[in-house]
């Protein structure tokens, strides 16, 4: 397939090295010389604007930080305007289920199919090719945007129309904040009890309370440590789906208050 890509950073660029090793032809953004030199490293072609990225391109990934920049880039006659008709936009960045919608409303016009395929996991499980995937979008779309998807996903998982990608993986990173404040709370009762946290965070993975949360919070030491080396993007996304949920008239319940014990570190109560 013939691939424009926006966003080679912390993610993008697993994900371009994916791509060129599993035969896609790849081009990405390349105006400084830096870009340029990365662009060369990742096995890609440099182009110097999103109209030359995108045009007869099969599809066009999106992957940068924040919600803005996805509509900054998106909402534009510079990409959706040089798209061809026919292609598909894959948008991997998280953010409100709104955002890929209004962006699907213009793409339609021009015969563009959207899917919202947020991820679950970080840059080494890209390179390992078994980040996961949560898709929202037509049948139609998903399934031409699979072999790409599939150069560095594994599970790609289709959870509903568009927009539902966005959602599944709100929740999911809401119930990862909660879980990460349920330990940062089993830490200080610790301490009420006299057991240290090394000792504790060696010993919990091994019983019934474990989670994919302590297991990342034991390999970094402490609670602490985890929640400050994590805590920037677990907080944007909760920022997210508060904003979503409200606007959709419903909250986070009892998540609430775990969740914000996890960005934080603070006592829930």
């Known amino acids: 397939m013939k691939v424009g890509f926006v966003g080679t950073g912390r993610m993008g660029a697993p994900m371009v090295r994916r791509l060129v090793g599993a035969g896609h032809d790849v081009r990405v953004l390349g105006r400084t010389p830096e870009q ?7 096995g890609a072609t440099p182009t110097d604007g999103l109209a030359e990225l995108a045009r007869e391109a099969d599809a066009v990934v999106v992957c940068v930080f924040t919600d803005e920049q996805v509509r900054q880039v998106c909402l534009t006659d510079d ?12 948008l991997h960045t998280t953010g409100s289920p709104r955002t890929a919608e209004a962006i699907a409303d213009r793409a339609g016009a021009r015969g563009v199919g959207v899917i919202d395929a947020p ?10 090719g078994t980040v996961t995937l949560y898709i929202g979008g037509d049948d139609q779309a998903v399934q031409q945007a699979l072999p790409l998807l599939s150069s560095y996903g594994d599970p790609v998982l289709h959870v509903g129309p568009l927009g539902f990608g966005q959602r599944v993986k709100l929740i999911n990173n809401t119930l990862f904040a909660a879980q990460i404040g349920i ?7 610790a301490g009420r009890l006299g057991v240290d946290e090394a000792t ?12 994919r949360a302590l297991d990342s919070i034991a390999r970094v030491g402490s609670a602490a440590g985890f929640i400050g080396a994590v805590g920037e993007f677990i907080g944007k996304d909760i920022a997210v789906v508060r ?11 009892l998540l609430d208050e775990v969740v914000d014990a ?8």
């Open 36 to 42: 340029l030199s990365a662009a060369k490293d990742l």
């Open 183 to 189: 330990v940062a709370e089993a830490v200080r009762l």
């Open 200 to 211: 504790l965070l060696s010993a919990l993975p091994h019983g019934s309370g474990t989670s």
């Open 243 to 253: 904003a979503t949920v409200a606007d959709l008239g419903s909250d986070l319940g």
């Open 119 to 128: 991820v679950s996991g970080g840059p080494h499980d890209i390179t390992a």
């Open 262 to 269: 996890g960005l934080s570190g603070q006592k829930t109560r």
């Open 79 to 90: 990409l959706l305007g040089a798209m061809p008709s026919g292609s598909v936009l894959v």
